[in-house]
């Protein structure tokens, strides 16, 4: 199993993410500059959570044009897996390795919460394998713009095809109910070959029960076997 | 001398600086020659409050530093300590209350940037961050517009350099309607023999400026915070900085980076009185003079002045020596991360502060007249006076729940989760204890211990009894450690006064460094930093005293921890510090008298045993570590019923209730709303054990409740609340207010 994680200026999970691989695998994935002309032969491509560029411009706009990510797309061009969190999320849909935007909140703040997530399992792709249709898994979010839109015509084309794949779900005490307003309750879509997945919630702050809880470890690590 | 600049200052021009009369002769007579301009305006920095602490420095020496873990105490960018095994925690609380309430957004962030700056100069990698904001009435229209910028500006920058928010305290009173408090906690880790200082080495070592390029923003921000209000502080916007978090991030990651290559001989961030300070520090801590170009500093603005340059507070920068044959490495370094790098000057052994500019000597002051020559005054204060007791009639309460139900449904008490979502606790994935607990844990990275930290004051409490209140701030930080299961280590302090040139506000402030002092000694956690903000008064209008206490302790590996998360059906809850005599609680200076008594009167705060305080921490780690308990909960603002009720809103359990135990269900209100000190709850199963070793260790301790899966908070069978419906009150009060 081989993952490499590409470092911006201004990832700051970037440390997060490499130390829940190595839990899982034992192994300490390969680090990469954005500078970087080259990714070494992978398996998992993750483009982490932070600040990219300071959100100058739009969030990950700067990022998405960084030297390293001309590799990331030829990665996912010959079907390889691509991870955006986060931050990552905005990269991967200013890049166009996904489809639609991620906008401010729509309570205009930073929202730090847990939210309860649904799985929606519609097609075949390594990160949804091990969960069933409408599991329901608990995992932190910590964002400014994670508000995803899509125009009509990219959501029909979205949903019809079974892109997304993660729902925010209100919780039986209804608290975490869409905390940023995004369409259809979308956390996050997946490329068309399953291969590709933006996400807002942060998997690698749950791999220890001490932290939350290891909703986010059983999605990485079911994910990298996947994969491997 | 006879190349100096030419332009003599006038006292006038000194008096617009913020330099007294007597203090612009001492200059003078220091310097045997009139100052000119440019030095002057260095003086009125470094002479400046914020600077010398010339009011309180006399005070600040008396508290007492030293202890077994101290690794630093004040005098560095912020105080170090041992946590064993190698590592070290770094931490500091530092003010930016002037700036906050001229520009709450910007004012609050460079705040947090500062804070996170004197801890990563030292070597640490910052792993948490705290706040203690204090607000005016919320009735001030002012409010509601400062605490949404302040929020977001600490959000701003912490969560953009990623480094979590993992406590705080907020508070609301009218005496800040004018002054806000606005101050900011770090903390950092690092291995005991990699920690960084400021005192400069080499003679002839070059002197290496790095991060953001200097502007004309923050200029005189050291004097601006060394002066009271008044109704044209408006004017004052363009003295506050801009942070630029996503800048700051660059920098710590290129000098944390720069740390491990064995280049830096000494570093000190530019904060308050910008390159000035910063550069005089330096020599002064090494005895050594500094020689300054300033034709090399990286400017963003065309044409500044020299004092514009010394003075500027442009954030994100930072003042180095490098050992000489590590400047490639250096400039490599700091080319990857795309920030200026540049030469500006030299280590000499003139000990004088020389600043050339175009190739002119502007400035030439020996450095110990900027440092140890300032001021220290022995302001007059007056002794204050003793509050009375209050006395109520003290008869049996006809309704504790609706009490309840009014403190949590309002600002004193309501939850403050409106404030703490809007900051990242989670990131660098170590966050055990998010914000809204007693006290905000992480682990230290790569390791199973823990750190615990906690912000704490009531400024009530000190405003009628700055001695007995600054002790209680100490003592309430201490139990929130205890709380979690940690051991109480050291702690940093933020002492936010009026104006000190009147004797009693002079008289809170010794009797407030009096009392930290004697409980800090006695609880065993020194003072190992701290910051002091005077002149918060408004058309001579002070704050209450707020001596803000951040303390940090140490939960060792494998050792059993708690949450107040964590009761369970079935559980007793006992409580410790308190026996079936108590039957009148002290109301004095509760948030009962305050709001349901509607008291505004200065009356007597509870009164603090250091001893039983000191008993009763050793005893709730003693049942920790024998798995007693597993839920821990002091009791403060609003008495036990309050802290009762919180560790039922705070519980993972669905459903959770609780019944009072028979014997007190006609207590009276003092009795359930009280604030005693030195009091927590224990939640168990293990009531005989418990019972046991209170015994043994002469402990007070009653059984007050029996936790059920009521959903209810039962006094009677007329007297209850439905705790869901009280969580949603409590989460609610701060969204709707604020929207």
């Keep these: 199993m081989r993952v490499t994680i590409i470092t911006f200026p201004g990832s700051n999970c970037d440390r997060d993410v490499s130390v829940a691989i190595k839990k899982i695998t034992g192994k ?18 993750i483009l982490p959570g932070g600040f990219s560029y300071g959100d100058y411009l739009r969030c990950g706009a700067v990022a998405a044009h960084s030297p390293v990510m001309k590799e990331v ?31 401010r909140n729509s309570g205009l703040k930073f929202v730090c919460k847990q939210v309860a997530l649904k799985i929606n399992k519609q097609i075949n792709s390594p990160f949804l394998h091990h969960f069933k249709q409408n599991d329901i898994i608990h995992l932190p979010i910590a964002h400014n713009e994670g508000n995803y839109f899509a125009d009509s015509e990219t959501l029909k084309k979205i949903e019809d095809k079974g892109l997304v794949a993660l729902r925010y779900h209100t919780s039986s005490d209804g608290n975490s109910f869409n905390p940023n307003g995004s369409i259809n309750n979308i956390a996050a879509i997946l490329s068309d070959n399953g291969k590709v997945l933006g996400m807002m919630p942060h998997p690698e702050r749950y791999v220890d029960n001490e932290l939350g809880g290891l909703d986010g470890f059983e999605f990485l690590k079911s994910t990298l076997e996947q994969l491997s | 001398m006879s190349n100096l600049r030419e332009g003599l200052s006038t006292f006038e021009i000194a008096e617009e600086l913020g330099l007294k009369k007597d203090e612009y002769e001492q200059i003078c007579s220091l310097m045997g020659r009139i100052p000119n301009i440019h030095e002057i305006s260095i003086f009125s920095a470094m002479w400046s409050e914020h600077c010398s602490y010339k009011s309180s420095r006399k005070w600040l020496k008396t508290l007492p530093t030293k202890g077994e873990v101290v690794i630093h105490g004040p005098g560095e960018n912020a105080g170090a300590i041992d946590i064993g095994d190698g590592k070290v925690a770094i931490f500091k609380i530092e003010s930016h209350n ?76 009218k005496s800040y309607d004018g002054n806000i408090l606005v101050n900011a906690m770090a903390i950092g880790i690092t291995e005991k023999d990699k920690i960084f200082l400021s005192a400069a080495r080499g003679v002839g070592y070059p002197l290496i400026y790095v991060g953001a390029k200097t502007g004309r923003d923050g200029i005189h921000g050291a004097s601006m915070s060394s002066t009271e209000f008044d109704d044209k502080t408006e004017e004052k916007r363009p003295t506050v900085q801009v942070g630029d978090p996503f800048t700051g ?46 034709d090399l500093v990286p400017l963003r603005e065309e044409n500044m002045s020299t004092a514009e340059i010394m003075l500027s507070e442009s954030q994100e920068r930072m003042l180095m020596i490098i050992k000489p044959d590590k400047m490639d490495k250096a400039n490599s370094i700091f080319k990857k991360w795309n920030l200026d790098i540049a030469k500006i000057g030299e280590i000499t052994n003139s000990q004088n502060l020389e600043i050339y500019k175009n190739n002119i000597l502007d400035a030439q002051i020996p450095i110990t007249y900027l440092v140890d020559q300032a001021p220290e005054y022995d302001r007059d204060w007056t002794t204050p006076e003793k509050a009375p007791e209050l006395q109520i009639k003290n008869a049996p309460i006809k309704s504790v729940s609706k009490v309840i139900e009014k403190l949590f449904n309002s600002h004193n008490l309501c939850s403050r989760n409106w404030i703490w979502e809007q900051y990242d606790t989670s990131v660098m994935g170590d966050t055990v204890i998010p914000p809204g607990q007693n006290s905000g844990v992480i682990r230290v990275h790569g390791t199973n211990k823990k750190l615990c930290a906690s912000v704490d004051c009531t400024p009530r409490y000190v405003s009628a009894d700055p001695f007995l209140g600054s002790m209680q701030a100490v003592c309430e930080a201490y139990r929130n450690i205890i709380s979690v299961g940690g051991t109480p280590l050291a702690i940093t302090n933020n002492l936010n006064f009026g104006n000190p040139e009147k004797k009693e506000i002079m008289g809170q402030i010794v009797h407030s460094i009096k009392g930290i002092s004697e409980a800090s000694l006695k609880l065993n956690m020194p003072v190992i930093s701290g910051n002091v903000s005077l002149y918060n008064e408004t058309n001579g209008k002070a704050i209450l005293p707020t001596p803000v206490i951040g303390a940090v302790g140490a939960i060792d590996e494998n050792k059993h921890s708690t949450s107040l998360s964590n009761a369970v059906d079935g559980n007793s809850i006992f409580v410790i510090g308190q026996d079936n005599s108590h039957t009148d609680g002290w109301v004095g200076q509760s948030i009962y008298a305050q709001e349901i008594l509607d008291i505004e009167k200065d009356y007597a705060p509870p009164p603090v045993n250091i001893d039983a305080e000191l008993a009763n921490g050793n005893f ?56 005693d000190q030195g009091r927590y709850l224990v939640c168990t199963s293990k ?53």
Aim: overall charge negative; glycine content about 10%.
């Design chain 2, 249 to 294: 991030k660059l920098l710590m990651e290129a000098c944390l980076e720069l740390m491990t290559t064995d280049s830096v001989v000494a570093i000190q961030d530019m904060g308050a009185a910008g390159l000035t300070s910063s550069a005089v520090e330096m020599g002064s801590k090494g005895k050594l003079g500094v020689k300054l170009d300033l």
């Design chain 2, 620 to 675: 709730i780690l003693k049942a920790i570590e024998q798995k007693l308990t597993n839920c821990v909960h002091d009791i403060s603002d609003g008495g036990l019923a309050i802290a009762i009720s919180e560790i039922l809103l705070s519980s993972r359990t669905k459903g959770i209730g609780a019944v009072i135990n028979k014997n007190y269900i006609h207590n009276s209100e003092s009795f359930w709303f009280g604030e």
């Design chain 2, 98 to 173: 002037h700036p906050s309430f001229i520009e709450p957004y910007q004012g609050a962030a460079t705040g947090v940037g500062g804070i996170l700056r004197d801890v990563f100069t030292m070597g640490a990698r910052p792993v948490a961050l705290l706040n203690a904001l204090r607000f005016g009435s919320i009735e001030n229209n002012k409010t509601k517009y400062l605490l949404e910028g302040v929020v977001s500006g600490i959000g701003g920058y912490g969560n953009c350099i990623g480094i979590p928010t993992i406590g705080g305290e907020t508070n609301f009173d």
């Design chain 2, 687 to 739: 009531n005989k054990e418990i019972e046991e070793l209170a015994e043994s260790n002469k402990i007070k301790i009653t059984n007050i409740a029996t936790i059920n899966l009521s959903d209810r908070l039962t006094f009677s069978n007329e007297d209850y609340i439905c705790i869901s419906e009280l969580d949603v009150k409590h989460k609610n009060w701060f969204k709707n207010f604020m929207s």
């Design chain 1, 28 to 45: 300490n994935p390969s680090n990469i500059w954005h500078q970087e002309n080259e990714v070494p032969n992978c398996d998992l491509i």
């Design chain 1, 73 to 103: 797309k030829n990665h996912a061009a010959r079907g390889g897996a691509v991870l955006g969190i986060c931050n990552g999320f905005q990269i991967l849909l200013e890049a166009k390795l996904l489809e639609g935007a991620l906008i």
